[in-house]
Each structure stands twice: as C-alpha cells, then as structure tokens.
C-alpha cells in the first residue's frame, strides 16, 4: 500500500445552509484520524486552502519527529497505546509470539530497551523511519558493538513492527527495518580471511597443559575446574552453551559416550544437535578424576559459584577471563571466545581414521550436530600441517 501524498490528504466538508467549504486532513493510514485543520485561536476548519496546506504540512513534520496533534494523541481504543514502542515492545514480550526460549527473550527485551532509549519509549511507531534507524545504526556502531549485535538489534527492532502489523497497530507497510537500503553485513572484511581460527594439535596440547596448571580459587566467584572444562571443549567440539549446559548424566563412563541434549538448564540451537560423541581415552581420564563421588545425573558437570538458582549452583556464563589467562600462561594466541576450540576438534577429528581408514564427513558432521556435510567441508576444512593418523583425538605433548 503507497503512502499518501500530500494532496490527497486533504479534503473538504461543506457546512450545512452557510455552503462554507473548509479542509480537514486524512491521517488514518499514519495511525491517526480525520482531522480539522484549525488555524491557531481558531475553534472551526480554515476555508483557505492556502492556510489548510501550510497546516498540514507543519502536522507532517510534527509526526515524522515523533509527535501527534493533539486530536490523534489518544490512539484508537481497539489500538491501545500500542502505536508507541514502548508499549508494544512491552506487548512482544509479554505475548512471546515466536515461541521463543526465556534466554532469548531476554535478549530481545535488552535489545528493545536500547531502541526505547534512543527514540524514546513515547515515540509513535509511524514516526520512525529508515533515515531514523541508520542513524541508531550508527550510535550502535559508534558505541563499540560489532556488525552481528548491531543486526540482532533490528531483528529485535523489527519483531516488534511485524506483531504490530499483525495486531493492526500499523499499516502493513510500516516498518523502517525491511524499508533499509542495506543493513549492516555480519562478516568480516572482504579482505581478510573468512576462514575461522582453529589450533594446530601441538598448540592445543600447549593450551591444556597450561590449564592443568592454572591455579584458581573459588574465592571471588573463580572457576577452579578449567582443565577439564577446556578439555571438554576440546574433545567433543561442543558450543559454549552445549558444553557448560552438561550434566553427569550425559557422560555414560560404560558406554564411552558423551551425549548432548536438552535439559533444564539449556536447550539446543537446532532439533538436529542433539547427538552423542565419543568420550576419548584422554577425556575419559580427567573426566574420572574430576568427577565427585556424590554426584547427581541431574547436576552440571561445570556449576558456576555466581548463578544460583533456588539454592542450586546455575551455569557458567562467561569465560574470557578463563580465556585471558590461557593465553597468558601458554604464549598461544587465543580469541575470547571459545569458538575455537571446536575448529580444533573438526580439524582434528578429520584427520584420524575408522578401522584403518579416512573418518567419514558423515560421522564428523554428526558429531558436531549438523544434519550434513556442507557445513564441514565449507567450514571445518582447515589445512592442518599435523596429521597423526590415529584411531582417537588427543593433544599431548612430546614425551606425555
């Protein structure tokens, strides 16, 4: 639907026996309502069509900076106050219409608090345009957050348009997001190499030996268990969330298996990550040592002493301190993130073999939790210069 020009905006009523011609404005597909156009002091419509355009075109400008006249202020009731982004921002999460997890939900509700902060929580949701938003764009982006934030930031931004659209709250064209020339892209530099970092084996066997060694307390919320934490990592190739959502149940010590599923404390990203892996013979030792003898199958593996719930230690969260000090104690350059570590895995486990034979992309693709072999051969295919040809992934030092 096109939007309205000015001239078809206005229109006129004729007043009973007088015949007098006055102009009003029609505002209905801005979320607003017919209104008089009333020069000021005046209680009636102008009858000068002169006056009547100058008029409307000071209520244009008002509404594109975010202010209503004072007649259309009050939404129509069947519309609530939900033509203003905080409230309807307020309506997405109290409503949840995706069906989305309460993790991601939250993030989204952060993401709209910083759009409320910026256009303000009172700005009517027809007033925000695509010039608007590339200028959010660019405070985001001034403020130190990457590409990828910035664009979950208008995924969050336009959630709330396309429900309003849906409720009726706006026309159905309405929304600044899908309206903009180009968004801000996720990858890096075409320049630089799009290929993810990954270690070679001898620098990842460096990078455990140092977690042995790092001495942390619990004192101050440390976590104490980073060896068998970065081991797991390591040896299963699992996402930061997979990994820390672990409990001692879905490590079988009989089976040799390492199992990934949903549970209380994570979900999965896809319906298809749920899997198994093989709980490797240099896992499997320090996963027996650091297991406690009274342990539940419901309790995490890896428990932060800072999140608890309801008495219960939660997940860990965040690892770049975890990260910080491996690169520090290894003289192995690390990311912050733990991305890393799952390249390492795909790169190792593609180069060691099933009964005297190359290791399937099939297997290695399952066991990294996609549903086929493209993503490995796209991603994973690191050119590694080390190549054991063994039965088992491992990283150990000459001499271990």
């Known amino acids: 639907m096109a939007s309205k020009t000015r001239k078809d905006r206005l229109y006129t009523r004729v007043q009973g026996s007088t015949g007098m011609v006055r102009y009003y404005a029609d505002l209905r597909d801005l979320g607003g309502g017919q209104?008089?156009?009333?020069?000021?002091?005046?209680?009636?419509?102008?009858?000068?069509?002169?006056q009547a355009r100058i008029l409307l075109g000071k209520i244009l400008e008002d509404i594109?900076?975010?202010?209503?006249?004072?007649?259309t202020a009050r939404p129509k009731k069947r519309l609530g106050d939900e033509t203003r982004l905080g409230a309807m921002a307020q309506r997405l999460i109290k409503d949840n219409p995706g069906d989305v997890t309460e993790k991601w939900q939250g993030d989204v509700e952060r993401r709209l608090q910083r759009a409320k902060v910026y256009f303000g929580k009172e700005r009517s949701l027809i007033s925000i345009e695509p010039r608007h938003v590339r200028d959010w764009i660019k405070k985001l982006t001034a403020e130190g957050f990457a590409n990828g934030t910035i664009r979950h930031h208008l995924h969050a931004l336009?959630?709330?348009?396309?429900?309003?659209?849906?409720?009726?709250?706006?026309?159905?064209?309405?929304?600044?997001?899908?309206?903009?020339?180009?968004?801000?892209?996720?990858?890096?530099?075409?320049?630089?190499?799009?290929?993810?970092?990954?270690l070679e084996i001898p620098d990842a066997a460096r990078i455990l030996e140092a977690a042995k060694r790092l001495k942390r307390t619990r004192r101050n919320g440390?976590?104490?268990?980073?060896?068998?934490?970065?081991?797991?990592?390591?040896?299963?190739?699992?996402?930061?969330?997979?990994?820390l959502g672990l409990t001692w149940g879905d490590i079988d010590f009989d089976l040799g298996l390492v199992t990934f599923a949903p549970n209380e404390w994570r979900g999965l990203k896809r319906e298809w990550s749920e899997r198994t892996v093989p709980l490797w013979p240099q896992l499997r030792e320090i996963m027996e040592a650091y297991c406690p003898a009274n342990c539940s199958t419901s309790d995490l593996v890896f428990p932060s002493p800072r999140t608890a719930h309801g008495g219960r230690e939660g997940m860990v969260n965040d690892v770049r301190k975890i990260m910080i000090d491996l690169q520090k104690n290894s003289g192995v350059d690390l990311p912050e993130g733990v991305t890393i570590f799952r390249h390492t895995y795909a790169t190792a486990r593609l180069q060691t073999t099933d009964g005297g034979k190359q290791i399937s992309l099939w297997t290695v693709a399952k066991e990294l939790g996609h549903k086929n072999v493209s993503r490995v051969e796209d991603t994973y295919g690191h050119p590694s210069h080390y190549r054991p040809r063994s039965e088992v992934v491992e990283y150990r030092l000459k001499g271990q």
Do not use: W
């Open 222 to 243: 440390l976590i104490e268990f980073v060896h068998p934490l970065v081991a797991t990592f390591l040896l299963t190739g699992g996402r930061k969330a997979e990994v």
């Open 35 to 50: 209104l008089a156009l009333r020069a000021p002091g005046s209680s009636r419509a102008t009858t000068d069509p002169d």
């Open 158 to 198: 336009s959630s709330a348009y396309r429900y309003a659209q849906e409720l009726g709250t706006v026309p159905p064209y309405c929304n600044p997001v899908s309206r903009l020339y180009r968004k801000p892209s996720a990858r890096r530099d075409r320049k630089e190499s799009q290929k993810a970092e990954y």
């Open 64 to 71: 594109a900076a975010g202010k209503m006249p004072l007649k």
